[in-house]
C-alpha cells in the first residue's frame, strides 16, 4: 500500500489501508473516517461512460426506479425551494431534470459526456462541461443537484466551493452519494478479505474502478455532513436508501459482467442483502439536502 497523504476531509496524514484493487489503493482515516483513494489518479479528463451502456436497459431501469426517488427528492427540495432556477450537476440523460421541470422549476444541467448531453439537450437546456471548466453566473440558481457525482470529483471541497457559488443567498443543494457503512459494501470488503484478496469484483462494481469516472472517495453520514458543514452549507435532512429495488434488480444485473449460474446466484444474494440492509437500516445511498449559509 502507498504512504498516506492529507485526508481530504480533516487534513490528518493518520490513515489505515481499506483495500486494494489493480493499482487503486484506498485508505480509511484514523482521526475522522473519511475513505479516500490514495495516490488520487492522474485526472480522467473527457471520457463516455455511457458508451457501453444498453442505453434502452438503462432507461428503463431510470424509469422503474430512479424516478420515484427523484420525486421523493424533488419533494425535500420543494418544502425548502418552491420554484425558480434549478442546476442538475452531472444530469446524465435528463432523468432528474424531468422531474424537476415537471415540479414548477426552470431546469437546467451540466453533463461532461457528450453523448448523454446530447439526448438530455432534446429536452432541456444542457451545457456539455465540468463543474468550474464553464462559465456559469454567480448566485443565479435557487437549487443545485449532485446526483452520484460526489465520491467522483478529484476534490470534493473545491467542487463544493464552486456549487456553492452559483446559489442564491439561502439556495438549496440536494446530492446523493454512496454509502460505505452500508451492508453491500460491507459485504463486499469481507469478502476480499475472507477470500485473501481474490475476489475483488464486488468492490470493483461498487466502486467502479473499471468506469472511466472511479469513486475516489468513499462517504458515511457523519463523513457527508462534516464537509457540507466546513463548506458553508447547513444540513437539514439526510435519508438513507438503496440503490436498488425487487421490481428493478433484473435491470441492475445487466451492469454486472456475470453470466449463467453466477448471474442468478448473485440476483439471489442482491435481493437478500436487499432486505437484509433494510432490516439493519444499512442501505447503501444517502440522500442530503442543505441550505447556503451566509459568509
Given at each position: 500500500m502507498t504512504s498516506p497523504?492529507?485526508?481530504?476531509l480533516c487534513g490528518e496524514s493518520a490513515?489505515?489501508?481499506?483495500?486494494?484493487?489493480?493499482?487503486?489503493?484506498?485508505?480509511r482515516c484514523r482521526a475522522c473516517g473519511f475513505v479516500q483513494m490514495s495516490p488520487l489518479p492522474a485526472p480522467a479528463g473527457p471520457g463516455e461512460d455511457y458508451a457501453g451502456f444498453d442505453l434502452e436497459s438503462y432507461a428503463a431501469f431510470m424509469a422503474e426506479f430512479r424516478r420515484p426517488q427523484y420525486e421523493r427528492d424533488l419533494a425535500l427540495?420543494?418544502?425548502?425551494?418552491?420554484?425558480?432556477?434549478?442546476?442538475?450537476?452531472?444530469?446524465?440523460?435528463?432523468d432528474f431534470l424531468d422531474v424537476a421541470a415537471a415540479g414548477g422549476f426552470r431546469a437546467y444541467g451540466l453533463?461532461?459526456?457528450?453523448?448523454?448531453?446530447?439526448?438530455?439537450?432534446?429536452?432541456h437546456t444542457v451545457v456539455r462541461g465540468e463543474l468550474g471548466q464553464v462559465k456559469l453566473r454567480e448566485g443565479a440558481f435557487a437549487a443545485a443537484t449532485l446526483w452520484s457525482v460526489l465520491e467522483h470529483v478529484p476534490d470534493p471541497a473545491a467542487f463544493l466551493a464552486e456549487a456553492r457559488s452559483l446559489l442564491a443567498p439561502g439556495g438549496v443543494l440536494a446530492l446523493r452519494v454512496p454509502d460505505v457503512s452500508g451492508l453491500l459494501p460491507a459485504l463486499a470488503l469481507a469478502a476480499w478479505r475472507?477470500?485473501?484478496?481474490?475476489?475483488?469484483?464486488?468492490?470493483?462494481?461498487?466502486?467502479?474502478?473499471?468506469?472511466?469516472?472511479?469513486?475516489?472517495y468513499g462517504f458515511d453520514r457523519r463523513t457527508i455532513v462534516r464537509l457540507l458543514e466546513q463548506g458553508g452549507f447547513a444540513v437539514e435532512a439526510v435519508r438513507s436508501e438503496p440503490s436498488f429495488s425487487f421490481g428493478s434488480l433484473r435491470r441492475r444485473m445487466d451492469y454486472l459482467?456475470?453470466?449463467?449460474?453466477?448471474r442468478a446466484a448473485a440476483r439471489v444474494a442482491l435481493g437478500a442483502i436487499l432486505v437484509a440492509a433494510r432490516l439493519t437500516r444499512r442501505q447503501d445511498e444517502l440522500v442530503v439536502i442543505a441550505r447556503k449559509q451566509k459568509g
Open positions: 497523504r492529507l485526508c481530504a490513515a489505515r489501508p481499506l483495500f486494494a484493487v489493480g493499482p487503486d489503493n484506498f485508505l427540495i420543494r418544502e425548502r425551494a418552491s420554484g425558480g432556477r434549478l442546476l442538475d450537476i452531472g444530469c446524465g440523460l435528463g453533463e461532461p459526456s457528450r453523448k448523454a448531453s446530447e439526448i438530455a439537450r432534446r429536452r475472507l477470500t485473501f484478496h481474490r475476489l475483488d469484483l464486488p468492490l470493483r462494481i461498487l466502486y467502479q474502478l473499471d468506469w472511466h469516472y472511479k469513486h475516489l459482467p456475470l453470466r449463467g449460474a453466477a
